[in-house]
């Protein structure tokens, strides 16, 4: 039913960008608010970023605040994540995944998952 798949994950040098793609199907992106999440060697998995459907409200780690810029394309049913200054803390498994029962991105119950997209930050 539903399903996310993500994309843009790569090799990247400290400093640089990327910007990941979160293709969502079976939710629409005005219903359904979406986080992005990532795992980091040795360390817990950590909410990065989250869009709210209802309004647009974006929240965001304090780790990546005003770095990275979570955004939404309608049109294309996908959920973005621009990350710049990347540095090599950044490096890890990022996921997304979809607020399933409709309650917004503070109150979320994230249960449907992509399978992630690497991305690694190193000289």
């Known amino acids: 039913q539903v399903q996310l798949v993500e994309s843009g994950g790569g090799l990247v040098q400290p400093g640089g960008s990327l910007r990941l793609s979160c293709a969502a199907s079976?939710?629409?992106?005005?219903?359904?608010?979406i986080g992005w999440f990532r795992q980091a060697p040795g360390k817990e998995r950590e909410g990065v970023s989250c869009?709210?459907?209802?309004?647009?409200?974006?929240y965001y780690a304090d780790s990546v605040k005003g770095r990275f810029t979570i955004s939404r394309d309608f049109a294309k049913n996908t959920v973005y994540l621009q990350m710049n200054s990347l540095n090599p803390e950044d490096t890890a498994v990022y996921y997304c995944?979809?607020?399933?029962?409709?309650?917004?991105?503070?109150?979320?119950?994230?249960?449907?998952w992509g399978q992630g997209t690497q991305v690694t930050v190193s000289s």
């Open positions: 995944a979809t607020d399933v029962l409709g309650r917004g991105c503070v109150r979320a119950e994230f249960g449907s």
């Open positions: 869009i709210r459907a209802t309004d647009g409200t974006t």
């Open positions: 079976g939710v629409t992106l005005d219903y359904y608010s």
